[in-house]
């Protein structure tokens, strides 16, 4: 079954730099796209950006455009999602999720990781 | 615009028929996905592509649209599809992708 597990919950600074990651397992790792979604608490989702774990390249929101970038590592099924230069408005529920180059949807998310950004 | 409205909150009662609607411009070009999400969970994807509901998905989810408009109707709602509700699309550029405001269903 496909399964996106993502690392655990983290504290971090202001100023700081954060390295989430979402191992893939139970698909053809390289076939699909990844995705990563933040979620501030009470607030709807809000898309950063994507690879496609195929051929390497990557999309950014422009709302985060300078401070976040998106890896994977295929020889692992991993995806990373670094974001520096923290905030406290950084802080929120991190999720990574599987889509499509040409589709419209996520079909499956990992579990999230709620990273705390204070001092 | 990129921005995807959704009015923020609908009530229905057990068993009845509501419908969460979605504008966009966006949604003239490209389809709609819905997602489900409860409190402490992530979201779920629940219709894609218009009106195409993912395995494990009851029948009472359903989809459509028309024009910069897409629509999430539950038929028969139950007290488990007590939840907030998030369309999602592509930007008009295509390249960036865009959450609703979300509407949050209450099962009266």
């Known amino acids: 079954q496909v399964q996106l597990v993502q690392s655990g919950a983290e504290v971090k600074k202001p100023g700081a730099s954060l390295k989430v990651s979402c191992k893939a397992s139970?698909?053809?790792?390289?076939?699909?796209?990844i995705h990563w979604v933040r979620q501030v608490p009470g607030q709807r989702p809000e898309w950063m950006g994507c690879i496609n774990a195929g051929n390497g390249n990557t999309k950014y929101s422009q709302n985060f455009q300078g401070r976040v970038t998106i890896t994977a590592d295929t020889s692992a099924s991993t995806t990373y999602m670094e974001l520096s230069s923290l905030r406290s408005e950084d802080t929120a529920v991190y999720y990574c999720?599987?889509?499509?180059?040409?589709?419209?949807?996520?079909?499956?998310w990992g579990q999230g990781t709620l990273v705390t950004v204070s001092s | 615009s990129s921005e995807l409205t959704q009015d923020p909150a609908v009530s229905v009662a057990l068993g009845q028929t509501v419908r969460i609607t979605c504008q966009g411009d966006?949604?003239?070009?490209?389809?709609a996905s819905w997602y489900q999400q409860k409190p402490g969970q992530a979201p779920l994807l629940v219709i894609y592509n218009k009106d195409n509901r993912p395995s494990g998905i009851p029948d009472r989810f359903s989809g459509s649209s028309s024009g910069n408009t897409a629509s999430l109707t539950i038929t028969g709602a139950q007290a488990e599809d007590e939840a907030d509700y998030y369309c999602?699309?592509?930007?008009?550029?295509?390249?960036?992708?865009?959450f609703g405001t979300g509407t949050k269903v209450t099962v009266l």
């Open positions: 999720a599987r889509g499509f180059e040409t589709g419209n949807y996520f079909d499956y």
């Open positions: 999602n699309s592509r930007d008009s550029s295509g390249n960036q992708y865009v």
């Open positions: 966006s949604l003239r070009s490209y389809y």
């Open positions: 139970g698909y053809t790792f390289t076939s699909y796209t």
